[in-house]
Structures are given as structure tokens and as C-alpha cells.
């Protein structure tokens, strides 16, 4: 089995800043990509930021020069960095990885519980 755990997510004012971490745990084999996908209430779920095991990057227009998604490969961690926070970006934030499981050697998507983000003064 593989599972996601995110952290970091929490209260902020607008024009502050978060950083979340999401790390990989079990049966891993390799991971191809990972990245953040956020949830506000009443919308559908939104790709906010990805990065491959290459290291590129893609981003969301919304959080284009706010926001930084970066990994370390050693402990299959990827974060998000969100700066200059607007009341917009409150949402549940959900980090998401496609690998390849170790046993079988397939394909997986695996989704972490999420992490609420609030951005309100």
C-alpha cells in the first residue's frame, strides 16, 4: 500500500504565506509525478501545481509567481510554498502522486486526506 500525508495547511491573512509538505510512504517502487490539487467549497477540485520526477514544473494561472512547488527525491516529499495568500486560495489542498508500486510494478494514483487552507484576516 501507499498513502500521502499532507501538513502545513492552517490559518492565514491575505498577503501571508504557507508551505505545505506531502510525503509518500509504503510500497514505492517509483514516482513519476506529484503535485498539489485544491477544493473550495462549492467548486470542482482544481490542479494548482505539479512537478515531474525531472523536476518540471506546472502551474496553475492563478498561482503563477506565488506559489512554488518543489521535492526531494530522498524522502519523497513534495512541498508548496504559497506567498502573497489571497482569501481565493482558501480551500482543502490535496497532494497527488502517480507512481509505480514496488510489488507489481503498476500504475497508481494516489490521493492524500487533504489539508485546509484558510486565508481570512
Known amino acids: 500500500q501507499v498513502q500521502l500525508v499532507e501538513s502545513g495547511g492552517g490559518l492565514v491573512q491575505p498577503g501571508g504565506s504557507l508551505r505545505l509538505s506531502c510525503v509518500a510512504s509504503g510500497s514505492i517502487f517509483s514516482i513519476n509525478t506529484m503535485g498539489w490539487y485544491r477544493q473550495a467549497p462549492g467548486k470542482e477540485r482544481e490542479s494548482v501545481a505539479t512537478i515531474t520526477s525531472g523536476g518540471s514544473t506546472n502551474y496553475a494561472d492563478s498561482v503563477k509567481g506565488r506559489f512554488t512547488v518543489s521535492k526531494d527525491n530522498a524522502k519523497n516529499t513534495v512541498y508548496l510554498q504559497m506567498n502573497s495568500l489571497k482569501p481565493e486560495d482558501t480551500a482543502v489542498y490535496y497532494c497527488?502522486?502517480?507512481?509505480?508500486?514496488?510489488?507489481?510494478?503498476?500504475?497508481?494514483?494516489?490521493w492524500g486526506q487533504g489539508t485546509l487552507v484558510t486565508v481570512s484576516s
Open positions: 497527488n502522486a502517480d507512481l509505480v508500486e514496488r510489488s507489481t510494478k503498476r500504475y497508481l494514483e494516489v
